[in-house]
């Protein structure tokens, strides 16, 4: 019982095959056990595990951590990969009046609650119809959800926050979401552990809502691909200059030579959010409004025609030239040149398209550095 018990957790939380890795963990009344050189691995996890369910804080890290020397031979204890990203919906107030709520106020509490599952499931549907995965939803216990994406294969901790972006570029959210709990160091805590406000943290069917044993958590799971993202990582950073001078576009410049294909622009030259948009539109999968709105400015912006951004969407689900051809049209003058410039990195961040490049300035001005 207790080898089978074991076996499903590993098939959740423990399915890097790298002997050396494991997973920081919270001991109570110490802190992270990463700040004493210490890692939970498979072998200890079902003791640990027993010891600590009912008492709160039952927290893992959601990245594998590796003990391993410095530069002066120091050993250190810290983030090396992750096979899954957590997205933690909360009501937005602070711990302290969600507590004083739930007791003066149990049904605006449970309003709050209401709205934020909403939000959670509307998550939950959006990564699973997208990526053509199954994501676990989870109770927190107390005020909140969190959805566990459990990914294909480890990438580099490094790289955390990107992933936490891309897979949710495009949707927007209110409060409920936090987009900056992006650290690869950040924890998660475990199902079937008892919250510090009395609550049960449970995994939950989408449908009914109703609690999943482990074991059927463990099989309704489906990781998400991480093909398209592996081709974001391997982007090498761009310097950014300390004065950028982009030449205008036309007869008058030779200045720049951009390829006539944008496919080949798209693949080999624009900024990771761009690539993103143009990765999913490449595998027919479903793009937001605000997603096609930046591909197309961007490529008016880099002096592309209609007929060949008409030719990008047809990999769209839902193609329809007419209608695509009638908002390229909107947005150029009557001259031909783009009535609008293309959003500023801090205008794709604030859409929740930014996949934190560093770059913090325009797409067209990434793209043309480039160049």
Same mark, same amino acid.
């Given at each position: 019982m207790e080898?089978? !018990? #074991?076996e499903?957790w590993r !098939?959740l939380?423990?399915?890097?095959e790298?002997?050396?890795?494991?997973?920081?963990?919270?001991?109570?009344?110490?802190g992270?056990?990463?700040? =004493?050189?210490?890692i939970l691995?498979?072998?200890?996890?079902?003791?640990?595990?027993n010891?600590v369910k009912?008492?709160?804080r039952?927290?893992?890290?959601?990245?594998?951590?590796?003990?391993e020397t410095d530069?002066?031979?120091?050993?250190? %204890?810290?983030?090396?990969?992750f096979? $899954?990203?957590? =997205?933690?919906?909360?009501?937005?107030?602070?711990k302290?009046?969600c507590v004083?709520?739930r007791?003066? +106020? *149990?049904?605006?509490?449970? &309003?709050?609650l209401?709205?934020v599952?909403s939000?959670a @499931?509307r998550?939950?549907?959006?990564l699973?119809?997208?990526?053509?995965?199954?994501?676990?939803?989870n109770?927190?216990g107390?005020?909140?959800y969190?959805?566990?994406?459990?990914?294909?294969?480890?990438?580099p901790a #490094?790289?955390?926050?990107?992933?936490f972006?891309?897979?949710i570029?495009?949707l927007?959210?209110g409060?409920?979401?936090?987009?900056?709990?992006t650290?690869?160091?950040?924890? $998660?805590?475990?199902?079937?552990?008892?919250?510090e406000q009395?609550?049960?943290c449970l995994p939950?069917?989408p449908?009914?809502?109703?609690?999943l044993? @482990?074991? &059927?958590?463990?099989?309704?799971v489906?990781?998400?691909?991480?093909?398209? @993202?592996?081709?974001?990582?391997?982007?090498e950073?761009?310097?950014?200059?300390?004065? #950028?001078?982009?030449?205008?576009?036309g007869?008058r410049?030779?200045?720049? !030579?951009?390829?006539?294909d *944008?496919?080949q622009?798209?693949e080999? $030259?624009a900024?990771? %959010?761009?690539?993103a948009?143009w990765?999913?539109?490449?595998?027919?999968?479903?793009?937001?409004?605000s997603?096609?709105l930046? @591909?197309?400015?961007?490529?008016q912006n880099l002096?592309?025609?209609?007929?060949a951004?008409v030719?990008l969407?047809?990999?769209?689900?839902?193609f329809?030239e007419?209608?695509t051809r009638?908002?390229?049209?909107?947005?150029?003058?009557? +001259?031909g040149?783009?009535k =609008?410039?293309?959003?500023? %990195?801090?205008?794709m961040k604030?859409?929740n $398209?930014?996949?934190d490049?560093? =770059?913090?300035r325009?797409?067209?001005?990434?793209? #043309?550095?480039?160049v």
């Amino acid at each position: 019982m207790e080898r089978d !018990r #074991l076996e499903l957790w590993r !098939r959740l939380l423990f399915r890097a095959e790298d002997d050396g890795l494991g997973r920081d963990y919270w001991i109570p009344g110490e802190g992270k056990a990463s700040h =004493y050189n210490k890692i939970l691995t498979l072998d200890g996890f079902l003791d640990w595990y027993n010891k600590v369910k009912d008492r709160g804080r039952a927290w893992i890290s959601v990245c594998y951590y590796a003990l391993e020397t410095d530069e002066k031979m120091n050993l250190v %204890c810290w983030p090396k990969c992750f096979d $899954m990203i957590v =997205y933690d919906l909360d009501i937005p107030l602070p711990k302290e009046e969600c507590v004083k709520l739930r007791a003066e +106020d *149990p049904k605006r509490f449970q &309003q709050l609650l209401s709205t934020v599952r909403s939000e959670a @499931l509307r998550l939950y549907h959006h990564l699973a119809k997208r990526y053509g995965c199954t994501p676990l939803l989870n109770f927190t216990g107390n005020r909140g959800y969190q959805l566990w994406l459990l990914l294909e294969k480890p990438l580099p901790a #490094l790289h955390y926050r990107m992933a936490f972006h891309y897979y949710i570029a495009g949707l927007t959210f209110g409060r409920e979401l936090d987009p900056n709990v992006t650290d690869p160091a950040r924890f $998660m805590r475990l199902p079937y552990t008892r919250h510090e406000q009395g609550g049960l943290c449970l995994p939950l069917d989408p449908q009914s809502l109703e609690p999943l044993r @482990l074991e &059927q958590a463990v099989e309704t799971v489906k990781p998400a691909p991480v093909n398209a @993202l592996e081709e974001l990582i391997s982007l090498e950073p761009i310097s950014i200059p300390k004065k #950028l001078v982009v030449g205008r576009f036309g007869k008058r410049s030779g200045r720049r !030579r951009l390829p006539e294909d *944008p496919v080949q622009l798209l693949e080999d $030259m624009a900024p990771p %959010c761009l690539k993103a948009i143009w990765g999913k539109l490449r595998e027919k999968r479903e793009i937001s409004h605000s997603e096609r709105l930046a @591909l197309a400015w961007f490529l008016q912006n880099l002096g592309y025609n209609d007929d060949a951004i008409v030719g990008l969407f047809k990999h769209a689900p839902d193609f329809n030239e007419k209608k695509t051809r009638y908002y390229l049209k909107r947005s150029r003058k009557p +001259d031909g040149t783009p009535k =609008y410039r293309m959003y500023k %990195c801090s205008t794709m961040k604030n859409l929740n $398209m930014c996949l934190d490049c560093g =770059y913090g300035r325009n797409p067209v001005s990434w793209t #043309l550095r480039r160049v």
